[in-house]
């Protein structure tokens, strides 16, 4: 398997620390807000190279962060009159019923910065210790040309970025390019207490501290989108490796940019969408099948006819699953009656026709895996599953054997669970079906068979339908 390392800027076959294992870190986001589709993309792509790995038997220990507190938290509450930790923890409600929604699965650890504020302050005074970081007035600073390697990973130089500065950000500093790990508070802000001030960590900091906390001081794989390669991940190397002597990250994984009409996405000019407003028009399994269209170090443009394309062809393949299930259903009732008599065995084994067709089939996953070990291309790989889909639609027949219809729609669910697609389409309810059940949960309700009432509303929030209860009577909605 090779992948894409950033840090050397070359494939590189993948070698983990500790056979059979897989220890990989994506830096998670500022929870704030709703995540907008740029932030999905990262979240696909990692979640599918999580996914190929246990698909080949790897154990993976995969942790993404929640920034829970940051000046954009500190912002949203000082304006709703709540306190950060309320925003905070609302939005990682929100972002879990997204992550739902686009089929990611959940990561082993979601660490939370503030809850793990201890270690930033016991790594930050080592820091200081190392004489790597210093303090001025309750701020202390990472003493950046101190590390001899910083702007490896990057490529820059540290001359020529000194050079683009302006203006000092700080006349505290020792250095223009020194930054912030730990910061005096300001009126109004939550903080914690420290040797230096009370106040809170510098951004870095953080995932420094938790990538070490819960994998351990080297990991096989730190990854995020491209735009965190500077200055976030170069000084989380300079941290993570003045701290602890030791690589920090043997593989660094970066997906490209996502625009939105060939324009780079911007709320000031509209340009921008969350991931519920497209959850509104299209089911989100068809925004992580359009992510994948394309290969994740690549630049990707989304626009409406994009998303209508990739709903069409997540149709083929869900129309193509749904047939051989119609198929293999009627195949094991004819079997039934005519093969009452037969052993199990017998009546599971396939002709040696169809054998042949099987081991032409294994092929289609051949090239799928070759396609994912050549640094995740999903966008090959997604064509290796319609190669498949089509070798299914034409060899699929009325009369082939049920132990045959189950090995191809078993190799296409495979195949889709790799890549998190669903390769079932959701049902949906009509509109008549949900106004029976509700007045279904109603007569429950009358007769105090509360058990009853919310098994119903439980089944239709399974099917995306919310109930509302008013003095009008109830209401229900798609989700």
């Known amino acids: 398997m090779k992948i894409y390392n950033t840090l050397t800027k070359k494939k590189e076959e993948f070698i983990p620390l500790e056979e059979g294992k897989v220890k990989m870190y994506v830096c998670g986001p500022t929870v704030y807000n709703y995540i907008h589709i740029g932030n999905a993309r990262p979240i696909i792509i990692f979640d599918t190279v999580r996914r190929y790995f246990e698909y080949k038997g790897y154990e993976v220990n995969f942790v993404s962060n929640f920034t829970d507190v940051d000046d954009k ?283 042949e067709l099987v081991k032409e089939a294994a092929k289609f996953q051949e090239k799928f895996e070759t396609a994912m070990e050549d640094d995740f291309n999903t966008a090959d790989a997604v064509s290796a599953i319609f190669e498949l889909v089509k070798f299914a639609n034409t060899n699929g027949t009325e009369e082939s054997s049920p132990a045959f219809l189950k090995a191809l729609l078993d190799k296409i669910t495979l195949l889709c669970g790799v890549l998190g697609i669903k390769a079932f389409k959701k049902e949906e309810l009509l509109d008549e079906e949900i106004e029976q059940l509700i007045k279904d949960r109603q007569e429950a309700r009358k007769q105090k068979d509360f058990k009853r009432a919310d098994e119903v509303r439980n089944l239709l929030l399974e099917k995306g339908i919310v109930l509302e209860d008013t003095r009008e009577g109830v209401r229900w909605k798609r989700a």
């Open 73 to 355: 938290i500190i912002k949203k509450a000082i304006q709703e009159g709540v306190t950060a930790a309320e925003i905070s923890e609302r939005y990682i409600k929100e972002f879990k019923k997204d992550i739902e929604g686009l089929n990611v699965e959940p990561a082993t650890y979601n660490p939370k910065a503030t809850e793990e504020i201890d270690g930033m302050i016991e790594m930050i005074a080592t820091l200081i210790e190392k004489n790597y970081a210093y303090e001025k007035n309750g701020t202390v600073y990472f003493r950046t040309r101190s590390f001899p390697e910083y702007g490896k990973l990057s490529k820059k130089n540290i001359d020529d970025l000194e050079a683009g500065i302006r203006i000092a950000v700080s006349d505290e500093k020792e250095d223009p390019m020194d930054f912030v790990l730990w910061k005096p508070k300001k009126e109004g802000e939550p903080f914690w207490k420290s040797p230096w001030s009370e106040g809170r960590p510098g951004w870095h900091i953080e995932c420094s501290v938790m990538s070490k906390k819960y994998l351990g001081e080297e990991i096989d794989i730190h990854a995020g989108g491209e735009d965190l390669i500077f200055p976030h991940h170069e000084n989380e190397i300079a941290q993570s490796e003045a701290c602890n002597g030791k690589e920090f990250a043997r593989y660094w994984m970066h997906n490209g940019f996502l625009n939105i009409d060939n324009k780079k996405m911007s709320k000031s000019t509209g340009n921008f969408f969350t991931v519920r407003e497209i959850g509104g028009s299209y089911d989100l399994s068809v925004l992580r099948f359009f992510m994948l269209s394309a290969h994740y170090r690549s630049p990707i443009n989304f626009n409406r006819d994009l998303m209508e394309a990739s709903k069409n062809a997540l149709d083929r393949i869900q129309t193509a699953a749904a047939n051989l299930t119609h198929l293999l259903e009627n195949a094991k009732k004819k079997e039934c009656e005519m093969v009452s008599g037969l052993s199990t065995d017998k009546s599971k084994a396939f002709s040696k026709e169809e054998g």
